[in-house]
C-alpha cells in the first residue's frame, strides 16, 4: 500500500512567518506534487517535481517555493504566510498517472 | 486554454435512484481521465481511469470524444456514495493531472 504522509493535519501561524510542510512517500515514486483544495475551485497545482532537486511551476506557484533534496522527502514553503494562504494543501506523489495523496494539512493564516 | 469543466457543484439524489456527474474537458490529443473521490474525513483517492474500462463500486464512466466528456455514472445510488468527486484528464505526455471544481453529492435515504 503506497503511504503518503504530511507531516502535520492543523497548522496555525501568523502573518508573515516562514511555514515549512512536509511530505514523504515511500513508495520510491519519482513525481511528487503540492495541491491546494479550495471550496468551488477544486485542487490547483502549486509545484510539481519529478526527481531529486528538480520542480517545476504548477499553475499558482507566486508565494510558495519547494525543496526536494531526497526522493521521498517533499517540501512545500510559505516564504511570508498571508492570510490568502489559509488553505488547505495536499501532497501526491505518482506511478505514471496515477497519483496517490496525503490527508492534507489545513493551514490556518492569522 | 486546456480546460475540465464539472458544472454541477452539489448532486443530492434519493438512495436507490440513478446519478450522474457531468465532466467535459478541452485537452488536445488523447487524454487519460480520471475520477478522484473524497468521502468524509478520508484522504483523496483514485475511483475509476477511463483506460480500465471497469465498474468500481457500481460506478462507470465513458470517454465520449466526440462531445470531449468523461461522465460519472451509478444507477442504483447508496448512502455511502455521499462524497466529493473531481474529474481529472491528464495534460498531454506529462504527468500532471488537472482538477475539475468538484462535485459533492449528498444521497439521502
Known amino acids: 500500500d503506497v503511504k503518503v504522509t504530511q507531516s502535520s493535519r492543523y497548522l496555525v501561524k501568523r502573518t508573515g512567518e516562514k511555514v515549512f510542510l512536509e511530505c514523504v512517500q515511500d513508495m520510491d515514486h519519482e513525481n511528487m506534487f503540492w495541491y491546494r483544495q479550495d471550496p468551488g475551485l477544486g485542487l490547483r497545482l502549486i509545484y510539481f517535481?519529478?526527481?531529486?532537486?528538480?520542480?517545476e511551476k504548477g499553475d499558482i506557484p507566486e508565494g510558495y517555493s519547494v525543496s526536494r533534496e531526497k526522493k521521498e522527502r517533499f517540501s512545500l514553503i510559505l516564504e511570508s504566510a498571508s492570510t490568502n494562504q489559509t488553505s488547505m494543501y495536499l501532497c501526491?506523489?505518482?506511478?505514471?498517472?496515477?497519483?496517490?495523496f496525503g490527508a492534507g494539512t489545513r493551514l490556518s493564516v492569522l | 486554454a486546456q480546460r475540465v469543466t464539472q458544472p454541477e457543484k452539489l448532486l443530492s439524489v434519493f438512495k436507490g435512484a440513478p446519478v450522474e456527474l457531468k465532466c467535459n474537458y478541452s485537452?488536445?490529443?488523447?487524454?487519460?481521465l480520471f475520477w478522484y473521490v473524497q468521502y468524509s474525513r478520508q484522504r483523496l483517492q483514485l475511483l475509476l481511469r477511463?483506460?480500465s474500462r471497469e465498474s468500481i463500486k457500481g460506478f462507470t464512466a465513458d470517454l465520449n470524444k466526440g462531445e470531449t466528456s468523461f461522465h460519472l455514472k451509478k444507477p442504483f445510488a447508496q448512502e455511502e456514495d455521499s462524497a466529493m468527486y473531481y474529474c481529472?484528464?491528464?495534460?498531454?505526455?506529462?504527468?500532471?493531472?488537472?482538477f475539475g471544481a468538484g462535485t459533492t453529492v449528498t444521497v439521502r435515504a
Open positions: 477511463h483506460i
Open positions: 485537452y488536445s490529443g488523447s487524454p487519460e
Open positions: 517535481s519529478y526527481d531529486v532537486k528538480m520542480k
Open positions: 481529472a484528464p491528464n495534460r498531454s505526455n506529462d504527468y500532471k493531472l488537472s
Open positions: 501526491a506523489s505518482s506511478l505514471r498517472n496515477l497519483q496517490y
